[in-house]
């Protein structure tokens, strides 16, 4: 089903399986209790929003390249998939995009744009954060599979950015697993699962500050 243009509102099927097309214009899209795949080709799909349902939701890119635009985000579906250079869009600054229960694979990065932004790491797959202008809170969890990648890769103390591991039981004096890679990259082994890489800045200037434990 292909809605074409214009700010749809598709509730997919509750009896079979189907694929369906939003298109361009701002669409919801809601899953019922069968398996849903929400196509996306190209970088002018409008800024959707997602109400996931019973059965396996999939939000998959089409063509290279394309940008998928989110409105906020609450794991509105099971998974992206994308092409490699597929990104994942906030369409809406300063929001929460919670990405806990959803799976990342073949996007490039999560990106929050601008304001004062939470993002929510997908606790199912590594994946690569770009929290943009403005205060940004990354938060990470523990993880059910045996690691754990998250990329931060615009950290910045003079906005203020934060990471938040209340979660993981550490401290500051416990993350004693930091090395500096060649890239000048700081990676920080959160928990015998989960690895923290901070692009770009360097293990030098970080401070207890910086998380929120």
């Not at 089903?1 to 997919?12: E, H, N, P, Q, V």
């Not at 809601?30 to 996306?40: E, F, G, P, S």
């Not at 579906?77 to 300063?94: A, K, N, P, S």
């Not at 920080?188 to 800045?201: E, K, P, S, W, Y």
Request: hydrophobic share 35%; net charge negative; glycine share 14%.
């Amino acid at each position: 089903m292909d809605a074409s243009g214009g700010d749809s509102t598709i509730i997919a099927s509750n009896m079979s399986a189907a694929v369906y097309r939003g298109g361009a214009g701002n669409d919801t899209l809601r899953a019922q209790n069968a398996d849903v795949v929400w196509l996306y080709g190209g970088t002018a799909d409008g800024i959707d929003t997602w109400i996931n349902g019973a059965g396996h939701s999939v939000a998959r890119a089409e063509s290279a390249g394309a940008v998928i635009s989110i409105k906020r985000y609450s794991n509105g579906v099971d998974g992206f998939e994308g092409r490699g250079d597929t990104i994942i869009r906030d369409g809406i600054t300063g929001q929460v995009l919670d990405f806990r229960w959803t799976t990342l694979s073949g996007i490039a990065k999560v990106d929050a744009g601008g304001g004062n932004d939470t993002i929510w790491a997908s606790m199912q797959s590594d994946g690569c954060y770009r929290g943009g202008t403005g205060k940004d809170t990354c938060v990470v969890n523990d993880t059910p599979t045996p690691t754990l990648g998250v990329s931060i890769l615009d950290f910045s103390q003079s906005e203020k950015d934060l990471v938040d591991l209340h979660s993981l039981s550490t401290s500051f004096k416990i993350l004693l697993k930091w090395q500096q890679e060649p890239s000048g990259d700081t990676t920080i082994q959160a928990n015998d699962a989960v690895t923290i890489r901070l692009v770009g800045f360097p293990l030098k200037k970080l401070k207890s500050s910086d998380f929120i434990f």
